[in-house]
T-cell receptor, first 117, second 114 residues
Framework: AQTVTQSQPEMSVQEAETVTLSCTYD???????LFWYKQPPSRQMILVIR??????QNATENRFSVNFQKAAKSFSLKISDSQLGDAAMYFC??????????????FGGGTRLMVKP | SAVISQKPSRDICQRGTSLTIQCQVD?????MFWYRQQPGQSLTLIAT?????????ESGFVIDKFPISRPNLTFSTLTVSNMSPEDSSIYLC???????????FGDGTRLSIL
């Protein structure tokens, strides 16, 4: 079974600065997806960014980018030019690429990001 | 991404009662899922809602406690039966359009049992 670990329960960043959230995972599969979701106090889960394991290029979405290290099984999220609206819980998630393994998401424990004005 | 409506957004229920949560999507999707998020915790998959057949439950979740329906490709319900305070959680519906697509979530239902 796959596991996802987020070793930072809480992080804080100054507005306009850059912060990196860590995520490691354990799997025996070679093909899979990785995701970062954001959950603000409103509790809605919002997809931030996704990465396919077969792609070497790191995914980027505006101020959000990832550092995907497949051999190290590491998938960190970098938030540049942090804004007050970035304050939320961030969850890293893993999903197998193969249907017979299910499409379930396996989530890490989450990192609470605080943004200081 | 799909527009996902989840109802109710929150409820306070008495011990021993049951509550049905609805998840409506604005377009047909291949897969629908139900997750539970206990207070201060991460998300755990309860089951995959299968259209026209019985849901597929994850370890630790059973149909008698969490019956699920999915009559078509845009709608699903989750019932939390015979509730106890331990069932106080946020319940979230998610949808996936097809293979290789990301999952998107509804706003969740915050359930409190007295």
């Amino acid at each position: 079974a796959q596991t996802v670990t987020q070793s930072q329960p809480e992080m804080s960043v100054q507005e306009a600065e850059t912060v990196t959230l860590s995520c490691t995972y354990d799997t025996s599969e070679s093909d899979y997806y990785l995701f970062w979701y954001k959950q603000p106090p409103s509790r809605q889960m919002i997809l931030v960014i996704r990465q396919e394991a077969y792609k070497q290029q790191n995914a980027t979405e505006n101020r959000f980018s990832v550092n995907f290290q497949k051999a190290a099984k590491s998938f960190s999220l970098k938030i540049s030019d942090s804004q007050l609206g970035d304050a939320a819980m961030y969850f890293c998630a893993y999903r197998s690429m193969w249907n017979n393994a299910g499409n379930m998401l396996t989530f890490g424990g989450g990192t609470r990001l605080m943004v200081k004005p | 991404s799909a527009v996902i409506s989840q109802k109710p957004s929150r409820d306070i229920c008495q011990r021993g009662t049951s509550l049905t949560i609805q998840c409506q999507v604005d377009s047909q999707v291949t897969m629908m899922f139900w997750y539970r998020q206990q207070p201060g915790q991460s998300l755990t998959l309860i089951a995959t809602a299968n259209q026209g057949s019985e849901a597929t439950y994850e370890s630790g979740f059973v149909i008698d406690k969490f019956p699920i329906s999915r009559p078509n490709l845009t709608f699903s319900t989750l019932t939390v039966s015979n509730m106890s305070p331990e069932d106080s959680s946020i319940y979230l519906c998610s949808v996936q359009r097809g293979a290789g697509q990301p999952q998107h979530f509804g706003d969740g239902t915050r359930l409190s049992i007295l």
